[in-house]
């Protein structure tokens, strides 16, 4: 049998925990993230899942008491999120034979060895993303994708483990017992509705399921849960997948061929990659209000190593392929290293929400800005900062009353020169 296994790393409460790496008093705190227009609350910290405040909870309701319950609110900090999940998965990349990152908060990555050796590899990951980027993670190792979910909330439940499980090293008796314990509704891929079904069935538990003839399931459900089960008694379905799309961002990732080794080559992806993207908010209705582009060689390759990233947020969301192009190129020209050999790129959007009207410079149905003046307005803005020129409203120094509102909202401290964090002795 290969010892090739899979990790499923996945960042402990991801939006807490990037406002938390910059702010320590807010540790041990109940902190929410608010949506847009500080809307309602989308991310949770443990402390505040113990007040039973439920995602989703519109913040106007929470405002009155959160003095009382010393609850702490953020507004969404996009621009630092995707930068912080780049230095996440970038941390992550190192140590994998490969690497699909799954969301802005996911990724699974490649690992090979016996399972001592995997259940060490989880805990260098560990600890190598707190040391270099502050973020507490959890690790499941197992031999499938599905399997690997599961091992990761094994470690995210049971303090016990340290925050990592490697399925095969844990006794089999064990392991058997937690899935005949955990309902199939606990299962990555299986829904509330699948899972009434399942009981319908008699099929309960993720024990029921790994039990449940694939056939069958295939025949009542789908071939999706028909892998599920396969998956689940270790035979690896669920392909590597580099293009990805879900309600909190959409990214576009590819591995190349042959090594980039130029930034004249390294603009030219960027290029085609932020237009699949762009085509990817097309077909979904949305645009993006702010965008991540990576780049990353080999970690097994000799010399130092060489991986990219920035993140672009727009003034108005936008689902515009120019004004993407130009900011992907733009910042990834800033970022790459010339002569350095990089084996995979990808763009990523964040802060998704759906096309309701034309776009703020659309209005006489000009259709794209000029490229002319979308490339002066680039530049100026690289070299000075987002705000430092614009068309119309997006020239003010000051953005306008009727902007998004963004009241608890914290700096962006790793993408902005003005909002650096400051430390004094």
Known sequence: MSNARIALVDVNNFYVSCERVFDPRLEGRPVVVLSNNDGCVVARSAEAKDLGIATGTPWFQLQSQAKAWGLIARSSNY??????????????????????????????????????????????????VM???????????????????????????????????????????????????????????????????????????????????????????????????????????????????????????????????????????????????????????????????????????????????????FATPTQDPIVLVRAAVAAMRQSAVAGASYLRAGVMFHGLEPVTGPAMLDVFGAGAPSPDVGGVLGDVRNKFGAMAIGIGIGGMAEAPQWSMKREHSSPRYTTEWKELPVVRA
């Not at 959890?138 to 499938?144: E, K, L, M, P």
């Open 79 to 128: 621009e630092l999120y995707g930068d912080m999940s780049a230095r996440v998965m970038e941390v992550v990349g190192r140590h994998g034979t490969w690497q699909e990152v799954y969301s802005i908060d996911e990724s699974f990555a490649g690992l090979v060895g016996e399972p001592a050796q995997l259940e060490a590899a989880g805990r260098d990951i560990r600890a190598a």
């Open 131 to 313: 040391t270099h980027v502050g973020m507490p993670v959890c690790v499941g190792v197992a031999t499938t994708k599905t399997l690997a979910k599961f091992a990761n909330r094994i470690a995210k439940q049971n303090p016990a483990l340290g925050g990592v499980c490697a399925l095969e090293a844990m006794p089999e008796a064990h392991v058997a017992g937690i899935q005949a314990r955990v309902p199939a509704s606990g299962l990555w891929g299986v829904g509330g509705r699948t899972a009434t079904r399942l009981k319908m069935m008699g099929i309960e538990s993720i024990a029921d399921l790994k039990a449940a003839d694939p056939a069958l399931i295939r025949k009542k459900f789908s071939v999706v849960l028909q892998r599920t089960v396969m998956e689940l008694n270790g035979i690896e379905c669920i392909p590597h997948i580099e293009e990805r799309a879900d309600k909190q961002q959409i990214m576009f990732s590819r591995s190349f061929s042959a090594p980039v080794t130029t930034v004249a080559e390294m603009e030219q992806v960027m290029t085609v990659y932020a237009q699949r993207g762009a085509a990817k908010l097309g077909e979904e209705g949305l645009r993006t209000s702010s965008m991540t582009v990576t780049a990353g060689t080999s970690r097994f390759a000799g010399g130092e190593g060489s991986f990219p990233a920035a993140t672009i947020r």
